[in-house]
Nanobody
Framework: QVQLVESGGGLVQAGGSLRLSCAAS????????MGWFRQGPGKEREFVAG???????RYEDSVKGRLTISRDNAKNTVYLQMNSLKPEDTAVYYC????????????????WGQGTQVTVSS
């Protein structure tokens, strides 16, 4: 069982930056693939970025070059550094953990955090 708690969301102007953190419980964090998803108003949840247990990384095309995912296994934490934010990045951001095959598909992730709101004003 893994429990995930996100933090770091907030209100920021376009062009600004935020860093999201996701703290995980449990001693097997390093064996999980971790992902960040987001759900904007009236939209479906979508993949944003993921990092495998072996540090392979994937990004959704619209965030490449602006968002950076990283993990610190010693702290059981995954981060999402968000730079050059745009109003269309406004969403609730969710951290998720997957054991087994790595995927960009939400239903492949077994554990989810409660989400943190990111609002980007124009």
């Amino acid at each position: 069982q893994v429990q995930l708690v996100e933090s770091g969301g907030g209100l920021v102007q376009a062009g600004g930056s935020l860093r999201l953190s996701c703290a995980a419980s449990g001693r097997t964090f390093s064996t999980y693939h971790m992902g960040w998803f987001r759900q904007g108003p009236g939209k479906e949840r979508e993949f944003v970025a993921g990092i495998s247990w072996s540090d392979s990384i994937r990004y959704e095309d619209s965030v490449k070059g602006r968002l950076t995912i990283s993990r610190d296994n010693a702290k059981n934490t995954v981060y999402l550094q968000m730079n050059s934010l745009k109003p269309e990045d406004t969403a609730v951001y969710y951290c998720a953990a997957a054991y087994g095959g790595w995927s960009t598909v939400a239903n492949r992730y077994q554990y989810w955090g409660q989400g943190t709101q990111v609002t980007v004003s124009s």
